[in-house]
């Protein structure tokens, strides 16, 4: 008897093993896989997150020129060629654009695209303006304003990547076509539009960094008014904002690098020398090492730093700065601006105005009558001709 129940017992648990079969084996590679997938991500998304090291702006526009890089160039070269190697950075650093990802580890990265933000609206403010530095219309730079002011976030076709690369190839195009021989940017045509415009851009920033503090009080340094700040920004999107700050301050201090160098006699005739370089070292301030690994958000002279008080100090300073260039710039030095026409009308002044009319002029008569009188003595003897 008890045999036969030992064979039911044995005949029921191979019917169970067959409905409900043990498949623990599986899972384990599966989560094996899985936390190699995590650690790989997390390499990367540590990775990418590492923004690009400044470039040089004249080796760039070497570069960029190609075999033309050694021969002559208009003004507005070093411009042109800064504004692409920028864009360009967007899509050559480690991991290429991240703003419209979709997928792992992009998606979960939010201070690299937030830096990638403020490097495009810095690119766009340039783009806007060039066509105003220009001598005349210009397609190639209608083009590259034009692609940059496409939508951030778009994945699906025409990506972001997609504008921006015929961005980059626009403004290659128009650096083709800037030789000795064709016409440049105008000396300090528009300069003072883009710093205006670059401060105003500041000056948000450091409005929008500054609505982070808890305590108003704290902002009097700054002298930010309470009233224009912005609605305070959530704790989750104080790092958002900062890393915003430092792509502004990476792309405009590059560009303002290839400005001068276009603009040199322009910022020299103007006198803004000192303060274009005070401009520079303000911004090359806001990319000091952030040693934190997480953006902090404390209060005087407390435990934890305030980065973002920090970062919309130097804001404030750079926006006061471009905000005094662009008013220092915004008339042209006129021994600089459009010498063609001045030495035209320098040629207009000097030169008598002709009667349609006029009379041929004749020597006075007792000046005639003199030299009628003169008799004309011969020469020397010693100084003869010889006879033949």
Request: hydrophobic share 45%; no cysteine.
């Amino acid at each position: 008897m008890a045999w036969k129940s030992w064979r039911a017992a044995r005949r029921r648990r191979k019917e169970e093993a067959l409905e409900r079969p043990r498949y623990g084996w599986i899972w384990k590679p599966l989560v094996a896989l899985a936390g190699l997938y995590f650690l790989v991500t997390i390499a990367l998304g540590i990775w990418w997150s590492q923004p690009p090291a400044p470039f040089d702006v004249e080796q760039a526009t070497l570069e960029r020129r190609g075999e033309a890089a050694y021969a002559p160039a208009a003004r507005g070269t070093v411009t042109v060629a800064t504004l692409a190697e920028t864009v360009a950075t967007l899509l050559d650093k480690p991991g290429g654009y991240l703003r419209n990802d979709i997928a792992p580890p992009g998606v979960w990265l939010d201070n690299m695209p937030n830096w990638e933000l403020g490097v495009l609206e810095v690119s766009r403010d340039l783009a806007r303006a060039l066509p105003g530095m220009a001598a005349a219309r210009n397609d190639h730079l209608e083009e590259a304003r034009e692609r940059l002011e496409g939508d951030d976030r778009d994945w699906f076709y025409p990506t972001t990547e997609q504008r921006l690369e015929q961005a980059v190839a626009a403004l290659d195009a128009q650096l083709g076509e800037l030789g000795a021989d064709r016409d440049g940017f105008v000396p300090g045509q528009g300069l003072a539009d883009w710093l205006e415009r670059s401060a105003a851009r500041l000056d948000d920033l450091a409005l929008r960094l500054a609505a982070s503090v808890g305590s108003h009080e704290a902002l009097t340094e700054l002298a930010v008014e309470v009233e224009s700040l912005p609605p305070r920004t959530p704790w989750h999107r104080v790092d958002d904002i900062f890393f915003e700050a430092r792509g502004t301050g990476w792309a405009l201090a590059q560009l303002l690098e290839g400005v001068q160098r276009d603009q040199a006699d322009v910022l020299a005739e103007g006198g803004a020398e000192a303060e274009w370089e005070r401009l520079l070292a303000e911004l090359a301030r806001t990319q000091r090492r952030l040693w934190s690994p997480v953006v902090l958000n404390g209060s005087g002279f407390g435990l934890f730093a305030n980065h973002s008080l920090v970062m919309a100090l130097h804001m404030t300073r750079a926006r006061d700065l471009a905000s005094r260039l662009a008013e220092r710039l915004a008339e042209p030095p006129a021994a600089l601006a459009a010498p063609a026409e001045t030495a035209e009308t320098q040629l207009t002044e000097t030169l008598p105005e002709e009667s349609e009319e006029a009379e041929p002029v004749e020597p006075p008569v007792v000046e005639v009558e003199r030299l009628e009188e003169e008799v004309v003595e011969p020469p020397p003897e010693g100084l003869a001709a010889p006879e033949e």
